[in-house]
């Protein structure tokens, strides 16, 4: 998951306005999953790290699998940031599970 983390939120993502940021320790999926891509570009990095991360594993548990540690989660980060730049009004968490059911057939099957 390293690398999915480092690529997508290193600098891919983008997530929440300013105001929360200062709550992202105690964001619900609720929350989270109305986060728009354009909104993300205003948070710091760790914070939009960890919100991608929470979103990523939210989508991969839905859906079956896991995100590898390894070129194919570095490809999931790529979409997401594909995703986000032609879309920027759209919910991140969308973007995200769009990536991954991209990508299903190939990402390991959750144990």
């Keep these: 998951m390293t690398s999915f983390r480092t690529v997508t939120l290193g600098g891919a993502l983008l997530v929440v306005s300013t105001s929360a940021q200062a709550q992202m320790t105690t964001l619900t999926f609720d929350q989270a999953a109305y986060v728009t891509c354009r909104e ?10 960890a919100l991608a991360v929470f979103l990523a594993e ?11 540690d390894n070129e194919l989660g570095a490809q999931l980060a790529l979409l997401v940031r594909g995703g986000c730049t032609l879309a920027p009004d759209a919910y991140l968490f969308a973007v995200i599970d769009r990536a991954i059911t991209a990508e299903l057939s190939r990402l390991p099957k959750r144990s």
Aim: charge should be positive; proline fraction near 10%.
């Design 40 to 49: 993300a570009q205003s948070m710091q990095p760790e914070a939009r790290k």
């Design 58 to 68: 939210h989508a991969a548990r839905r859906r079956g699998v896991a995100i590898p």
